[in-house]
């Protein structure tokens, strides 16, 4: 899988809306933009996932820029329980379904 | 989606025992995963559990330190042998459920992991 570079950490104000940023400048054409999330003393979540247009679930957006080397997860409102590290992950769509997981971004919400 | 369950939660060894780590789905799945995730650090893939067949582990893991079992498509057990201080991490069981019908587009979902503690 592709590499992605994610800010170590981020801090939000409750019911403010985050922008997360991730980049992957050597994305191919195949690869899907996945992201996950990994609340304290749990395994990560499947948040979104995207391959060139943007997305939107009841959890987050996401915006994937139009030479796809870069893609922002947009939390709306976010609530003290979106404090967690973000993971964005390059999947391979001609590979056997492994994620390969980085650092992350710890995102801290303040009340 | 899928939900998973692992046993034990947590538990506490002493080096040089082993400790086998159990993870149940809630449906039958093709892919299942074993993550380890050291204190601090990310999440590392340590094998695929294939049913019927040996398991695929990555580069660093090897079948004699974590030898895996894969019984059924709904069930699979991780074994961390003669455990040393090292090996203290969280323990993760995931399966990835197919999406759309194109590869790249599958979920992963993931067990609540063992938290392991080697004295």
């Known amino acids: ?111 | 989606s899928a939900v998973i369950s692992q046993k034990p939660s947590r538990d506490i060894c002493q080096r040089g025992t082993s400790l086998t780590i159990q993870c149940q789905v809630d449906s039958q799945v093709t892919m299942m995963f074993w993550y380890r995730q050291q204190p601090g650090q990310s999440l590392t893939l340590i094998a695929t559990a294939n049913q019927g067949s040996e398991a695929t582990y990555e580069s660093g893991f090897v079948i004699d330190k974590f030898p895996i079992s894969r019984p059924n498509l709904t069930f699979s057990t991780l074994t961390v042998s003669n455990m040393s201080p090292e090996d203290s991490s969280i323990y993760l069981c995931s399966v990835a459920l197919a999406g759309g019908g194109r590869m790249g587009q599958e979920t992963q979902y993931f067990g609540p992991g063992t938290r392991l503690l080697v004295l």
């Not at chain 1, 979540?45 to 922002?72: F, P, Q, W």
């Open chain 1, 1 to 111: 899988d592709a590499k992605t570079t994610q800010p170590n950490s981020m801090e939000s104000n409750e019911e403010e809306p985050v922008h997360l940023p991730c980049n992957h400048s050597t994305i191919s054409g195949t690869d899907y933009i996945h992201w996950y999330r990994q609340l304290p003393s749990q395994g990560p979540e499947y948040v979104i996932h995207g391959l060139t247009s943007n997305v939107n679930n009841r959890m987050a957006s996401l915006a994937i820029a139009e030479d796809r080397k870069s893609s922002t997860l947009i939390l709306h409102r976010a609530t003290l329980r979106d404090a967690a590290v973000y993971y964005c992950i390059l999947r391979d769509g001609g590979s056997n379904y492994k994620l390969t997981f980085g650092k992350g971004t710890l995102l801290t919400v303040n009340p």
